[in-house]
Nanobody
Framework: QVQLVESGGGLVQPGGSLRLSCAAS????????MGWYRQAPGKQRELVAA???????NYADSVKGRAIISKDNTKNTWYLQMESLKPEDTAVYYC???????????????WGQGTLVTVSS
């Protein structure tokens, strides 16, 4: 079973930036879509950004112009670069990958464990 591990979260001052990473535990032969989601306290999980295997991206209105989703296929790693962070960006950020594992040749839909981003002075 493919596992995802996020990293890069932490405490950031308003206006600051950070880069989140999501690494897969094994080789992935095909990616259908990869997304970053977030869940703030008391709120539902929401999509922040997504990227397809073809490189097509989609961003939530709240982060457009401030976030960039990218991928490094050679490392089976995906990134979310966020700039001009605001207190309302505070949330647990999760990565989600839907794809096919190389070794098993089975499709999967995996979630990471989440990484906390706190934007505060």
């Amino acid at each position: 079973q493919v596992q995802l591990v996020e990293s890069g979260g932490g405490l950031v001052q308003p206006g600051g930036s950070l880069r989140l990473s999501c690494a897969a535990s094994e080789s992935i032969s095909s990616i259908y879509v990869m997304g970053w989601y977030r869940q703030a306290p008391g709120k539902q999980r929401e999509l922040v950004a997504a990227i397809t295997n073809g490189g097509r991206t989609n961003y939530a209105d709240s982060v457009k112009g401030r976030a960039i989703i990218s991928k490094d296929n050679t490392k089976n790693t995906w990134y979310l670069q966020m700039e001009s962070l605001k207190p309302e960006d505070t949330a647990v950020y999760y990565c989600n990958v839907v794809g096919r594992a190389t070794l098993s040749n089975k499709s999967f839909n995996a979630w990471g464990q989440g990484t906390l981003v706190t934007v505060s002075s």
